[in-house]
């Protein structure tokens, strides 16, 4: 009879010391309710509490990835959108996490959609395409504004993807289009332009200067005779100039059919 007994008080002392030992890892805190009232925090490593009278319950401190499912939006402009967003928060305050909010993670996430919804029908869809970084900063600060009190900290807010309608695809791939063939006309003119400008700048420093014209004329033949399917008799320029100032003027016609001078 004295083994049972034995065994029984070992039995009964391994339970006791299994209700009194408890061991909270690195990345947790224990929060520790004494017939029912927060009695304290307990840090990483071992610890013991009063069997029956203590209770433990231990919160992952580690940072919480949450991705928003996608969520139909209106825009400000009247556009039907999906977008979805993930969000990346922290228990900051322990206690408060397990007192004031009965699940922390599903209440995140549940702001998390909704402020979604309310801050993107707020925008027009250029401002949330072109300014995403202005979105998701609104987001983060709304967002952690509204899980404070529960003990925790959302430090990013990053809108994921932005799905549109076909047709809506189709108009701004159309517009694209559109402004990729202006500026490539615009390049273009400006291009002609410049090109204008610079024979004329280079037509005045040759016709201001005699020898620039004669050395610009024998390029120019040499050039000719370099393609081999043409006969050049190459002229003077005196001579040229001689036959231009020789040409015969003609005098203008008045309305009586008499030439004037």
């Given amino acids: 009879m004295e083994w049972i007994i034995y065994t029984l008080l070992v039995i009964v002392i391994g339970v006791l010391l299994g209700q009194t030992v408890r061991v909270v890892q690195q990345y947790q805190r224990g929060i520790v309710f004494r017939f029912g009232k927060v009695s304290g925090v307990r840090e990483p490593g071992f610890n013991l509490i009063i069997p029956i009278v203590d209770r433990m319950v231990k919160v992952d401190m580690r940072t919480v990835t949450m991705v928003v499912e996608p969520q139909e939006v209106i825009t400000k402009d009247n556009v039907t959108i999906k977008v979805d967003a993930v969000v990346y928060f922290a228990v900051v305050e322990p206690i408060s996490a397990i007192v004031k909010v009965l699940d922390y993670v599903a209440a995140t996430s549940q702001i998390a959609q909704t ?35 529960w003990g925790v900290k959302v430090t990013v807010v990053e809108v994921k993807d932005v799905q549109l309608p076909e047709s809506m695809q189709r108009a701004m791939a159309k517009q694209a289009e559109a402004e990729r063939e202006k500026r490539a006309k615009l390049i273009h003119a ?72």
């Fill in 190 to 261: 400006q291009g002609e332009y410049n090109a204008a400008e610079t024979l004329a700048d280079a037509a005045r420093i040759i016709g201001s200067q005699n020898a620039a014209i004669q050395l610009r004329y024998l390029q120019t033949l040499t050039e000719i005779a370099g393609e081999g399917n043409s006969t050049i008799i190459p002229l003077p320029i005196d001579i040229i100039g001689a036959i231009k100032l020789g040409q015969p003027q003609i005098a203008p016609v008045t309305g009586d059919g008499k030439e004037t001078h």
């Fill in 115 to 149: 402020t979604l919804r309310s801050v993107l029908g707020q925008s027009e869809l250029d401002e949330l395409l072109a300014h995403r970084d202005e979105t998701n900063r609104r987001l983060r600060e709304i967002i952690d504004e509204q899980t404070e009190p």
